[in-house]
C-alpha cells in the first residue's frame, strides 16, 4: 500500500463490489493476519518446537541444526512455517500440524476459521500470471492444471507483473484470494526448467501408478524451495514473506487523559489513525499500518480513560509509543496488561475425535456452511441463494471446488467429509448426472 493508506482504505475494492475496501475484503486481510500470527505462536509450544530440527533438515537441505537468529526457524521464516505446519511429510492418517491447531484452536472469529478451512484444503502450486494488476487484481493460472485465479493485491511487497511465475498457496481472502503466509517469484525465464525438474524428480521417485504428478507434489512441496535454492535466486527470483512475523498475544495499554477535547484534536491530526463511529461516550480510533493499511492496534478514549489494544507485542509497543509521542503532556501512562481469556500457550495434546487430525474441524465448519454468509456469494448464505436459479448455480460451483478440496484430501490421506447429505440439504444437482441407460445387444 501506498503512504496514503486511509485513502486507499476508503477506495472502492479491487474484487469489484463497489464497496469501500475497509467494509469489504480488508477485514479479510486483518483476520489473516491475526489468524497467522496465533499459528507463530502455537509453533512456539514446547511439543511443536521439538519438531523443527528434523522439519528444517529437510526444508532447508542442511544437515547441521536449526540456530535461533539464522531466519530459518519458523519464529523467524513465515516460509517455513507455512510449510513446517502444513506441508512437511507425515505417516499416512496422522495429518499435519495445522490440522491439530485447528481442533484445538479457541477464540477464532468467523473471518479466521473460514480461512483456517481454505488454508487447510488449499495445496502449493506454480502459478503464471497472465493478467497483470488490474481493476480486479492479477489472474493467475496453474501450470499444472491449468485453472486460472482471480489474485487481490494484498500479500505482495512488489505487484507481479505478467508472465512472472508465483509459487505459493492461495488462500480465498473474500472475494478474491491471496498468497499464503509464504511466496515465492520466479522470472517467466524459469517456468520450463522449474517444470522440468519437477517432472524428473517425480519419476525418479518412482511413486505408484495410482499417484498423480499434483498428488506427489502435495507431499514433496519443499521441492519448489529446494528448486529456488539451486536455481532459483540465480536467475533473479526472489523469496517474500506476504505479512508481518509476530506471535500472537493480546494485551492493553491504559492511559489517563487530562483534556479530551485537545486529545481527540490532536489523535484526529495524524495520518496514521482513523476515527472509528463513536458509540455514545466512546470515541474509538483504528491504528493503520501506512504500508499494507491494515489495522495494527485500536485506541479508544471514553471520558478521562484512553485504552490501547493490539494483537502482539510488538504492535501494543509501538502503539503505546506512538500515542506518548503524539499528545506528550496530554496523557499519563497507568499500565500494560496481557487481554483476559486468552490462550496461556499451554503445551497440550491435540483433543480431536476419532479420525485424523482437522476432521473434527472440519466437521464443524461444514456443519454451519449451509447457513453461513459467503463472500463468493455476494454475503448471502448458500441456503439463501439456492433459492433462486443463478444462485443454485453459483452454490453448485463453489460445492464442486468443495467436492474435489475433499477429494483430494481423501487421496492424501488428510482429513476429509462426504459432502453428499451436504448437497441434499442444498437440493443441488449431483455432479456427474447418470446417462440414459444402453439396451443389451
Known sequence: MSPSARRQRQAA?????KRPLSA???????AFHRLISRLLAFAARPRIHRQEDRAGALFWNTERPLQPGKGRAAAESLRFLEWFLHDQPTPRGSGPLLAEFADTAAGLSTREEALLFGLLLAPVRPYEVTESAGLRGSVAKDLLTGAERAVGPFGFAVPPIRSDV????????????????????LPAASREELLAYLRTTYQMSRPARHVSLEDFLDTASHLYHHYFLLRGRNQGG????????????????RFRGKESRRIRAGLDRHPELERQAETGEEVRYAWIDLERAVTRAMVSIRNDEIQVTADTREDLTEATHFLETCLRSLVEFVGQEAAEGTDTGEDTAARRESGAPGTAFLRTVLDRWADSPSPLLDDRTPGEAARSRTGRQQVAAVWLGLERDMARQKRLGRAWADLTALREQLDLPSAAPPGPRRKRA
Open 13 to 17: 475494492c479491487p474484487c469489484g463490489s
Open 24 to 30: 469489504c475484503c480488508l477485514p479479510w486481510e486483518e
Open 166 to 185: 508465483l509459487i505459493c498457496r492461495l488462500v480465498p481472502c473474500g472475494r478474491l484470494a491471496r498468497p499464503g503466509a509464504g511466496l515465492l517469484v
Open 238 to 253: 526472489r523469496a517474500e514473506e506476504t505479512l508481518r512475523c509476530t506471535p500472537f498475544a493480546p494485551g492493553r495499554a
